[in-house]
Every structure is written in structure tokens, then in C-alpha cells.
């Protein structure tokens, strides 16, 4: 019965499985000789036997006492004589239970609930007054005043748990919870002699003064409890554990409010039935049949991929492996005198960093002189802070603050937008970075004085804007970043395509590391190319990635799909600290939208090159032009190299006036929009990519 069910499924998985998947069959091929094995068991044996963790599932009531401290205003408003509160709580948890050295020791990991809140009650005692306003001495009046704290938290703890003894046990357990719903009542109660407060003219005995959030609470609280049980059987499985815990919070709720509690309650242990593995020993008679074997046929539609790369000659050869070293690069950040706004909006972008105060500003902004590992295309997020932290530190600088709208559909002729824009800028620097007011004026108008198109929404949303104009020019100097870099050799591939016996109508490449995308083309058969080239990425030459993968997916004209694959090793280079490579770079940016002529500031910034120039010999001088991506390809070729060419007749100008001698010369060249620099979604990303970047490389 065995061999025949064997036999049976083995012609179904070669006859079947192939036409499940549409893959036509050949006709059938002479008959090969396949083993089967009739296995005959002997006996079983116990290899492994493995118990597994109790479940456990508890509840308690919370004695809470809390002492307080001063408390701040709202809760000390006409009270001041809180001085401690009590409150009975739900306490529930659900864990597992393991048990070490035969159960004498058990880590128990559990999630618990626990409400936190308790009752501070102050009595207040007040001389009754008669109809004239006489105190009467005779008459006493009694109120109670109550704060009731409603804080729940949820948490994780893990009781370590010690049994000296049968059916006692002893622990500790760490805990941190997260706290919520963390608001109080204040309430007023009259004692005596009866219904005397007003409530909205009615007269009532109790009578809610305030409400809300707590003030500085906390959100998490870490504790320590210490705990001991009883052991008690229930049946088989299940076991009792009545428990008495003291909770002790290392950080209470509040810092005003300092507690501890005690915990009475029942745990339940469920002891889950314990696994055997076993090893069954047999003997194999082995009986040769024959079976007819068909092989699907092959598609004609296939494909291949392949990686090059151009060497000294000019030739073609193929990538096996990229050489990765590592470099220190230290590149001079622009700063973009913008910021944008959104449609007909006066409110600061939710993606430019800000901070509440000057306090915080203080302890948290980084500076806006020098940073070690920042992702660059993300600084210009915070531009507004670079600027507050540059007026605080220069306190002679002075500024201009620009705003001006797209001037088109819901905001022409909108000047009011405009001049907000410009005075949201003006109140956050005033607010959190302490700027004087005088130091600051406000300007507006509909076009700004360098427009983007307003014929397309990108322009639209580069003119929505506040221009920052300064008398200083050390307050839009460059932010110097420093990062740990890699260079690939050779620095671009080539992804080259080829098909036989079938048309392609579509395909897809994709460049994978660990499995994820890091670059992709897509194309088809009459507009894109069958050769892609790719500039190699920091991102795809991570330390812990020993290899790139080269996937292609096409579609032909039929309908039939094929696939490729291809591969290059990552060997990374490990320098000494003296063959380091080093490199700076200075970003030129202040090119208008379609312009190439250089600018005042960017005429700066040849300065702070020359000045390093001046102190080393470089290896090479690479002066490279970019664009955004709008406009036309060839024409943003054409505009790189001519950005390009301006910086690089303006540096070797200021080069022969202070007679530096470059050993290498002077690599200009543009690369168009084809490799950008930043994302161009955004509008900073677009202006920030209308640059030169000149590297220095030591």
C-alpha cells in the first residue's frame, strides 16, 4: 500500500505540477529507474523531552498611598493644605511562568493594568455669617475638598521568583509602565450644615471647582515591587497563588506626588502538558521502478543581464566585484535664504523644524557651525533655527524679511498673504530664539524678485515664499558637515540587456541590497534604452553588505515574461589612518531658476576654498554643475556646464591672484538633472540642486 501511494504521488508531481502553471509538456521520454524505499519501523526512542511555561492570569486590589509635595497651580488654586491620599485599585496581569533548577527558581515576564488614581482630601472650617454679614460664632461650616487622581498605566514587568521551601515563594520584579488618562476632579463637599454652595445659582452640597490634565506628568514609571505567595493546587494543571506585593515607584506619577502600594490578590497558574520527541529506527528494503519522466519545455523568450564598466582605454569589461574605500568628507552646507510656504497659507510648514522656546532651542539645536554625521539633504530643514541661532550669536546683524505669494488662483494679488508670511517668520524668531524686533523689518509683494514659472505648480511653489535678506554676511555663511563616506572603483556601471527568440515590450531593472531597492529603470521598446547607467551610491556601498544584486524583469510583445539575475561583490578596503582619503566640498548655490551668472555670496564662498587651497596640495579639483529636474534634459546638460564653467573661471581667477599652483588642474564638467543631489519634491530640495559642487580632494 506505501509503495503504491509513493508511486501514485510521484506521477502526479511530474505529470501535473507543470500544467498547473501553464507550461506546455513533451511527449513522454524513455523510462528512467527511480528508487522507493519501504520503510519498516523497529522500535521508537526518546530523544527530547521539553516542558513548556505556564500561563498566568492575575488580579489584585491596590491599596494606594500617596504624600504630597508643594503642589503647582491649577490644583493649589485656594488650597494649599494637601498633604497625602489614599485610593483602592484594580491591579490585572497576564504572563507565562518558566521554571529553572527543577522549579526552585522562575522568571515570570507579564503585561499588566493597573489603575494609579487616589483621593487627597483637605478639610476646611468657616465661621457662618446671618443675614447682616455678623459672624456667628455659634455656627460652623465644614468642607471637604477633593483632588481625585484618575492615572491608569499599561507595562511589562518580570518577576524573578525564589521557592526555598514547598508551596512558598518569594520575588522581585522590576516593572515600567506607561502611564495615560492622566486628569483629575477637584472637588468641594459641604460637611455641614447642609446645601450652601451654588452652582449656577442652585444651591447644591457638592460642587466640581476644576478639571483637566494633570500638570507635569510623567509618562512612563519604572518600579520595583517585591512579593510573597502561597502555592496552592487546584487540580492537575491549575494552581492557586494567593500573593502579597509592596510596590515601590522609583518615579512616581508626577514629581509632586510621591507613592507607594500594596497589592492583595490571587494568581492563577495554567501548567501546559509537557512534548516528547522520539527517533523512529527502521530498516529500508529499496525497490527500483520505472517511471515515465517528462521535462517541460523551454520558453523562447529569455533574457540576460549584465554588468560593465569602461576602463582606461575606453573598453568595455565586465563587473565581478567594486572596490570600496572609505573616506572623511567634509562638505560646506549652503544656506538657503528661503522658506516656503503652502497654498494660501500663512502657518510655517510642519516639515521645518521649530522649537517652543528659547529653552528649548538652546538645549537642543546642534549649532550652525560645524556637524559630525547629519544626512546634508536634511539640514535645510532647519533653516529657520540656523538663522535664529546666527542673529542671537551676531547681535549687529540685521535682516529683511521678503514674502511674496504665486500670484495666481487663490492667491492673486494677495499681498496680505504675503506680508503674513513674512511676520510668522518675524514672530518665531522673536519668540524662540529672543531676537529684538527692531533688528527684524517685514516687506512684501506679489512676485519675488528672482520668480520661478508660474505656468507649472513646482514654480508656484518655489514663489510661495519668504526671502531672508541680510546686512551680514556671516549670518547665511555655509554650515560645515562632517560624515564617514565611500567611494566605489569603478564609480559607475553600465546595466546592459539582451533577449533572444521573442520581442520585449516592457521591462524593469532593479539594484537590490539585502533585498531591498536602492535604484530601478523601467523602460520599453520605444523610448528607453537597453543600457543603463548608474552612478554607484552611498547607500549601496553599506559596511554590512557584502554584495549588490542585479535583477531584470521583461514582458514581450506575447505576453511571455522572463527573468535575469546578476551579481557584484562589495570588497571593503581597510585604510591606515595616513592613507585616509579626504575630501571637502563647497556647495555654490544662489543660481536663479535658469540662470548661470554667479552672485555675491557664492563669490564668498571661492573665497573659503582658495583659503584651503592655499594650505594643501590636492590631488584633484573637481568643479561639477547640477539642475533641478524640471526643463528639458539636454537643455539642463547644457545649464550644468555652464554653471560649471562660471565657477570654474571665477575660482582660477582668485587661484593665479594668490599665486596657489594646483598639481593636478581643474576637472569641470556638468551633470545635468540626470543625478540629483537632493529631493526634488520638495522646493528647497530644487533650489538647493541649482548648484556647483567643488571638491577638493586630498
Known amino acids: 500500500m506505501l509503495l503504491r501511494a509513493a508511486y501514485f504521488f510521484l506521477l502526479y508531481t511530474i505529470t501535473a505540477v507543470p500544467a498547473l502553471h501553464g507550461q ?91 489603575a494609579l488614581g487616589a483621593d487627597h482630601t483637605w478639610a476646611e472650617y468657616a465661621q457662618a455669617t446671618d443675614t447682616t454679614g455678623g459672624v456667628r460664632k455659634d455656627k460652623t461650616i465644614e468642607f471637604d475638598h477633593i483632588i481625585s487622581n484618575n492615572t491608569k498605566a499599561i507595562g511589562i514587568s518580570a518577576l524573578f521568583n525564589w521557592s526555598p521551601v514547598p508551596h512558598l515563594s518569594f520575588g522581585v520584579a522590576p516593572s515600567l509602565a506607561y502611564l495615560f488618562d492622566q486628569t483629575y476632579t477637584k472637588i468641594v463637599t459641604v460637611v455641614t450644615p447642609g446645601e450652601i454652595i451654588l452652582d449656577k445659582g442652585v444651591p447644591v452640597r457638592k460642587k466640581t471647582e476644576l478639571s483637566g490634565s494633570l500638570p507635569n506628568a510623567r509618562s512612563l514609571m519604572p518600579a520595583i515591587s517585591m512579593r510573597v505567595a502561597a502555592d496552592l493546587p487546584l487540580s492537575s494543571r491549575l494552581r492557586a497563588e494567593p500573593t502579597l506585593s509592596f510596590n515601590l515607584p522609583i518615579s512616581g506619577v508626577t514629581s509632586y506626588w510621591s507613592q507607594y502600594s500594596i497589592r492583595a490578590g490571587i494568581d492563577l497558574r495554567y501548567e501546559l502538558p509537557s512534548s516528547e520527541d522520539t527517533e523512529i529506527i527502521t530498516h529500508h528494503q529499496q525497490r527500483p521502478i520505472e517511471i515515465a519522466v517528462t521535462e517541460p519545455l523551454q520558453p523562447k523568450f529569455q533574457a540576460h543581464v549584465d554588468v560593465v564598466a569602461s576602463d582606461l582605454n575606453g573598453t568595455d569589461q565586465h563587473v565581478a566585484r567594486l572596490e570600496v574605500r572609505q573616506i572623511t568628507a567634509r562638505t560646506a552646507y549652503p544656506m538657503l535664504n528661503y522658506i516656503f510656504f503652502d497654498s494660501a497659507s500663512m502657518t510655517i510648514a510642519a516639515r521645518y523644524k521649530q522649537y517652543s522656546s528659547y529653552e528649548d532651542a538652546s538645549r537642543l539645536f546642534k549649532g550652525s557651525i560645524e556637524r559630525r554625521g547629519e544626512r546634508i539633504a536634511d539640514l535645510y530643514l532647519e533653516t529657520l533655527n540656523i538663522l535664529g541661532e546666527r542673529l542671537h550669536r551676531f547681535p549687529t546683524a540685521t535682516i529683511r524679511l521678503i514674502g511674496s505669494v504665486a500670484n495666481v488662483s487663490g492667491e492673486e494679488g494677495r499681498s496680505d498673504i504675503a506680508l503674513g508670511r513674512a511676520q510668522t517668520i518675524k514672530n518665531y524668531l522673536h519668540t524662540v530664539w529672543n531676537i529684538d524686533l527692531h533688528r527684524m523689518s517685514v516687506g512684501a509683494v506679489l512676485t519675488p524678485n528672482k520668480p520661478s514659472p ?48 521573442g520581442l520585449m515590450e516592457r521591462y524593469h531593472v532593479s539594484i537590490k541590497i539585502v533585498g531591498k531597492e536602492v535604484s530601478g529603470f523601467d523602460g520599453d521598446s520605444t523610448n528607453a534604452p537597453l543600457n543603463n547607467y548608474w552612478t554607484v551610491t552611498e547607500e549601496a556601498l553599506s559596511p554590512q553588505t557584502d554584495s549588490l544584486q542585479i535583477e531584470l524583469t521583461a514582458t514581450s510583445t506575447k505576453g511571455e515574461q522572463a527573468f535575469a539575475r546578476s551579481a557584484i561583490k562589495l570588497e571593503q578596503f581597510r585604510v591606515n589612518q595616513e592613507e585616509e582619503q579626504r575630501v571637502d566640498r563647497f556647495s555654490l548655490i544662489l543660481f536663479g531658476f535658469d540662470e548661470s551668472s554667479l552672485g555675491d555670496r557664492n563669490e564668498r564662498t571661492i573665497g573659503f576654498v582658495t583659503d584651503i587651497l592655499k594650505k594643501i596640495k590636492p590631488k584633484q579639483l573637481n568643479v561639477i554643475g547640477y539642475t533641478d529636474e524640471l526643463g528639458d534634459e539636454a537643455h539642463n546638460n547644457e545649464l550644468s556646464s555652464k554653471r560649471a564653467n562660471e565657477a570654474a573661471f571665477q575660482l582660477s581667477k582668485e587661484i593665479q591672484k594668490r599665486g596657489i599652483i594646483l598639481p593636478g588642474g581643474i576637472v569641470v564638467g556638468g551633470k545635468g538633472s540626470h543625478e540629483r543631489l537632493y529631493d526634488n519634491r520638495l522646493p528647497e530640495g530644487r533650489f538647493l540642486s541649482r548648484t556647483v559642487l567643488i571638491t577638493i580632494e586630498r
Not at 509538456?25 to 528512467?32: M, N
Not at 486590589?61 to 494637601?82: G, M, R, Y
Open 454 to 501: 508660474n505656468t507649472i505648480s513646482k514654480g508656484r511653489e518655489e514663489n510661495r515664499r519668504v526671502e531672508i535678506i541680510t546686512n551680514d554676511n556671516r549670518i547665511t555663511d555655509p554650515l560645515y558637515v562632517t560624515n564617514i563616506e565611500h567611494t566605489a572603483n569603478p564609480p559607475h556601471i553600465t546595466i546592459m540587456q539582451s533577449y533572444s527568440d
Open 24 to 114: 506546455p509538456t513533451l511527449p513522454s521520454q524513455p523510462k528512467k529507474t527511480i528508487a522507493v524505499y519501504k520503510d519498516t519501523a523497529t522500535f521508537e526512542k526518546i530523544i527530547h523531552k521539553s516542558t513548556p511555561p505556564s500561563i498566568i492570569v492575575g488580579g489584585a486590589i491596590a491599596l494606594h498611598t500617596v504624600n504630597d509635595k508643594l503642589l503647582p497651580l491649577p490644583l493649589s488654586q485656594d488650597c494649599e493644605k494637601f498633604l497625602s491620599g489614599k485610593g483602592l485599585k484594580p491591579f490585572l496581569q497576564l504572563g507565562l511562568d518558566f521554571a529553572l533548577s527543577n522549579g526552585l527558581f522562575h522568571i515570570r515576564p507579564t503585561l499588566f493594568y493597573e
